[in-house]
């Protein structure tokens, strides 16, 4: 691999979401003030969108930790909860964010069973001083029964504030379930939304530095102006096709032993495929002319 030839420690540009590389493009900043500012509010649903590789899952992750940093430090203590997969049934939906509040049911239970428990637990929170925000990733695949289901928990609520804010992280299929008629009740209790958006091109350099800054690099310039420009281009600034080109170009680099990536090695790792692979086909073909 090509980490000893370009001074790096590991991989810097890995698919996996991890928080150590995290980077705060604008899109990304300003949707997680938006998130802060909801929480801190109250509110009771929240709706975080972007499309495939725009960084929803790593956001929620950095909505999660700065939630947990913020615990105790002056503001009520904050339960938070994370479902990652939202493609269950309401019954079996319920039944997880039952456990992700402390709640032992057994697998029979029913749903309006997991409901009431639920509730008790809520209310039993928040006379205790905590309060309840749960992150649904994935949030595109809730089926209307079970967006229905959330609904009827966020009902729940003292004179001043909501028992439970529900944030959704999801692609824009989320958008289409919610214009649906039978969703307006629900659409009309969002009340603070965000769509994130891609890198431009200065912020793609920046992603690149601090990516590559993070793995290990001293300070030598691994990318090209040129090269940077032609990544911004064949990604759309999309964070996951932006690492999936800029490990290619380095594999391509590597290959013939050059100490900086060019605009030939990003021509390459678009030629080859992958990234073309992650967007709907007609979006690519004029990169591959």
């Known amino acids: 691999m090509y980490l000893a030839h370009f001074g790096l420690r590991e991989l810097p540009f890995g698919l996996t979401p991890d928080p150590a590389f995290a980077f705060s493009a604008r899109a990304h900043q300003e949707a997680l003030?938006?998130?802060?500012?909801?929480?801190?509010?109250?509110?009771?649903?929240?709706?975080?969108?972007?499309?495939v590789g725009t960084g929803k899952t790593l956001l929620c992750r950095r909505f999660l930790a700065v939630l947990a940093g913020n615990?105790?430090?002056?503001?009520?203590?904050?339960?938070?909860?994370?479902?990652?997969n939202p493609n269950l049934t309401p019954r079996t939906l319920l039944l997880s964010l039952a456990e992700e509040l402390g709640e032992t049911l057994p697998a029979t239970a029913t749903a309006h069973t997991a409901q009431k428990r639920i509730s008790q637990r809520l209310v039993a929170l928040a006379a205790a001083g905590r309060r309840v925000v749960v992150c649904i990733d994935e949030a595109q695949g809730l089926a209307p029964a079970n967006l229905e289901a959330l609904r009827l928990l966020s009902n729940l609520e003292t004179e001043k504030k909501k028992l439970l804010q529900i944030v959704l992280f999801g692609q824009p299929e989320l958008d289409t379930t919610l214009e649906r008629r039978?969703?307006?009740?629900?659409?009309?209790?969002?009340?603070?939304?965000?769509?994130?958006?891609?890198?431009?091109?200065?912020?793609?350099?920046?992603?690149?530095?601090?990516r590559l800054r993070i793995a290990g690099n001293a300070g030598a310039t691994l990318f090209s102006p040129r090269a940077i420009d032609r990544l911004q281009r064949s990604s759309g600034g999309t964070p996951r096709l932006v690492n999936i080109l800029a490990h290619k170009s380095l594999l391509a680099a590597f290959g013939e032993g050059a100490a900086a990536v060019e605009v030939r090695h990003v021509r390459a790792a678009v030629k080859d495929g992958g990234a073309a692979s992650a967007q709907p086909r007609r979006r690519w073909l004029w990169l591959l002319r």
Do not use: W
């Open 33 to 51: 003030n938006t998130l802060l500012v909801a929480a801190h509010g109250g509110e009771g649903f929240i709706k975080i969108t972007g499309e």
């Open 71 to 84: 615990a105790g430090a002056g503001s009520a203590e904050t339960l938070s909860c994370y479902l990652p």
């Open 182 to 210: 039978d969703m307006r009740q629900l659409r009309q209790r969002i009340a603070f939304q965000y769509r994130l958006q891609g890198l431009g091109r200065a912020e793609t350099g920046c992603y690149l530095d601090h």
